[in-house]
């Protein structure tokens, strides 16, 4: 087993075209909350892999209309057999005026309320700026209901802001379009991060945030720190007395910090809706080395996910190829008391293949090659539901659970600073 290592401060798809209406499912999409975590997984035997005897972990995943896999350390993650959950024909069903027609969604924050699973999705519109709208499901897979209208398009001055915000401030910061929601459930509140861009200035991104309590109306909080950055998810509760959270701080403008897309840093506060936020000096993980699937860039993707061995921090990396940059999906192991102590897996759980982008031959395709979560909703028995958006243009589901999640981070781990591999090849 490995063990924690502590940061310095401690389209192409040949598929049919998909029907214009969103799938209507009656079975359960995958395990309900009373189902035990005894009747969904066992560990196999140990197997011989020609050197040494390896005891393989299994666990029984239900994945809809009783259908049931496994995973494990080969497999950490099922696809749900019917992606796309949610696509943009769904959402032009409901957003029929021409200036509201959208050509995907994709990169959505997920959370369970009260009865029922609200998703928060990001949507180009056809003229190119991104905004959220909204969509609630029974089950959490089939039947999602889309909200009439979004739910955070660029601020205006008749939007709600909270006290002390800067109206016209915010929105310059929006003036862009918003993007790539996370709903972080922190103290029984929704809090929604997301990206605001600028019209004006290429490329400049402030991480804003917002609180909602019914997911038709928010109030904006603005930028969580004035610097240019992307993917901040907050962890659910206080540890020490402060809020923790993970940012991917960028640096190709002037006077920002951070390693060019390469580093994951943690900060606390406080309040985490006025801040401040600390942001530690030095990353608690970075791109690997050599060949490694995140050699080039990494980011935060769901907010962590509490478990009995520590919390499971689902993220995304990029390698350069010679024919694009694959994002894959990775998993990370920190510590519940002190999350600046990491395992990081080497092991990317989920690849981008066709079967992620099931679109119809004249359906536009954003990027190649990409799978990309915001967030991994947990169910009691140990499953989790990871929710990804396929190529940035469409919206999946995949299974998994965090007892395969951990021990890929025990046992196939990497040091999350310098990327050398921490087990025999």
Same mark, same amino acid.
């Given at each position: 087993?490995?063990?924690?290592?502590?940061?310095?401060?401690?389209?192409?798809?040949?598929?049919?075209?998909?029907?214009?209406q969103?799938?209507?499912?009656?079975?359960?999409?995958?395990?309900?909350?009373?189902?035990?975590?005894?009747?969904?997984?066992?560990?196999?035997?140990?197997?011989?892999?020609?050197?040494?005897?390896?005891?393989?972990m299994?666990?029984?995943?239900?994945?809809?209309?009783?259908?049931?896999?496994?995973?494990?350390?080969?497999?950490?993650?099922?696809?749900?057999?019917?992606?796309?959950?949610?696509?943009?024909?769904?959402?032009?069903?409901?957003?029929?005026?021409?200036?509201?027609?959208?050509?995907?969604?994709?990169?959505?924050?997920?959370?369970?309320?009260?009865?029922?699973?609200?998703?928060?999705?990001?949507?180009?519109?056809?003229?190119?700026?991104?905004?959220?709208?909204?969509?609630?499901?029974?089950?959490?897979?089939?039947?999602?209901?889309?909200?009439?209208?979004?739910?955070l398009?660029?601020?205006?001055?008749?939007?709600?802001?909270?006290s002390?915000?800067e109206?016209?401030?915010?929105?310059?910061?929006?003036?862009?379009?918003?993007?790539?929601?996370?709903?972080?459930?922190?103290?029984?509140?929704?809090?929604?991060?997301?990206?605001?861009?600028d019209?004006?200035?290429r490329?400049?991104?402030?991480?804003?945030?917002?609180?909602?309590?019914?997911?038709? !109306?928010?109030?904006?909080?603005?930028?969580?720190?004035?610097?240019?950055? !992307?993917?901040?998810?907050?962890?659910?509760?206080?540890?020490?007395?402060?809020?923790?959270? *993970?940012?991917?701080?960028?640096?190709?403008?002037?006077?920002?910090?951070?390693?060019?897309?390469?580093?994951?840093?943690?900060g606390?506060?406080?309040?985490?809706?006025?801040?401040?936020?600390?942001?530690?000096?030095?990353?608690?993980?970075?791109?690997?080395w050599?060949?490694?699937?995140?050699?080039?860039k990494?980011?935060?993707?769901?907010?962590?996910?509490?478990?009995?061995?520590?919390?499971?921090?689902?993220?995304?990396g990029?390698?350069t190829?010679?024919?694009?940059?694959?994002?894959?999906?990775?998993?990370?192991?920190?510590?519940?008391?002190?999350?600046?102590?990491?395992?990081?897996?080497?092991?990317?759980?989920?690849?981008?293949?066709?079967?992620?982008?099931?679109?119809?031959?004249?359906?536009?395709?954003?990027?190649?090659?990409?799978?990309?979560?915001?967030?991994?909703?947990?169910?009691?028995?140990?499953?989790?539901?990871?929710?990804?958006?396929?190529?940035?243009?469409?919206?999946?589901?995949?299974?998994?659970h965090?007892?395969? *999640?951990?021990?890929?981070?025990?046992?196939?781990?990497?040091?999350?600073?310098?990327?050398? *591999?921490?087990?025999?090849?």
């Amino acid at each position: 087993m490995g063990t924690f290592v502590s940061g310095p401060c401690s389209r192409s798809s040949g598929a049919a075209p998909l029907p214009c209406q969103a799938r209507r499912g009656t079975a359960p999409g995958l395990p309900t909350r009373s189902q035990t975590r005894s009747e969904l997984s066992r560990i196999s035997p140990g197997e011989q892999d020609g050197r040494r005897s390896v005891a393989v972990m299994e666990r029984k995943v239900e994945l809809g209309h009783g259908r049931v896999g496994v995973v494990s350390l080969n497999e950490p993650m099922l696809r749900y057999p019917d992606n796309p959950v949610l696509t943009a024909q769904h959402v032009n069903e409901v957003w029929t005026e021409p200036h509201r027609q959208v050509v995907t969604v994709h990169n959505a924050g997920v959370a369970v309320v009260g009865d029922e699973t609200v998703m928060v999705f990001r949507s180009h519109l056809r003229c190119g700026v991104s905004v959220i709208g909204v969509a609630r499901s029974a089950d959490g897979i089939t039947d999602w209901r889309v909200a009439p209208a979004p739910l955070l398009e660029p601020a205006t001055p008749a939007d709600t802001f909270a006290s002390g915000v800067e109206e016209s401030a915010m929105v310059r910061i929006e003036s862009g379009g918003v993007e790539d929601p996370r709903i972080n459930v922190v103290d029984g509140e929704y809090v929604i991060t997301y990206s605001g861009y600028d019209a004006q200035v290429r490329n400049q991104v402030r991480v804003c945030l917002a609180v909602t309590d019914d997911f038709t !109306r928010v109030v904006r909080h603005g930028p969580v720190l004035q610097q240019d950055m !992307r993917n901040v998810v907050i962890f659910s509760e206080r540890i020490g007395g402060r809020y923790f959270a *993970l940012f991917r701080p960028n640096d190709v403008l002037p006077g920002d910090t951070g390693g060019a897309y390469t580093q994951i840093r943690i900060g606390t506060a406080v309040d985490f809706r006025a801040g401040e936020w600390e942001i530690d000096d030095e990353p608690i993980m970075r791109t690997g080395w050599g060949p490694s699937a995140f050699s080039d860039k990494i980011g935060p993707g769901a907010p962590p996910v509490r478990t009995p061995a520590g919390w499971l921090n689902l993220f995304h990396g990029v390698r350069t190829t010679m024919d694009g940059n694959p994002y894959v999906l990775g998993v990370a192991l920190h510590d519940l008391d002190d999350p600046r102590r990491v395992q990081m897996s080497s092991v990317p759980v989920l690849f981008p293949t066709r079967a992620d982008c099931r679109v119809g031959e004249s359906d536009y395709v954003h990027v190649p090659n990409v799978v990309f979560s915001c967030a991994m909703v947990p169910r009691t028995d140990g499953t989790l539901l990871v929710y990804y958006a396929g190529n940035d243009t469409v919206m999946n589901v995949a299974v998994t659970h965090e007892d395969v *999640l951990v021990e890929l981070c025990r046992r196939y781990g990497q040091n999350p600073l310098t990327g050398q *591999l921490l087990y025999p090849t």
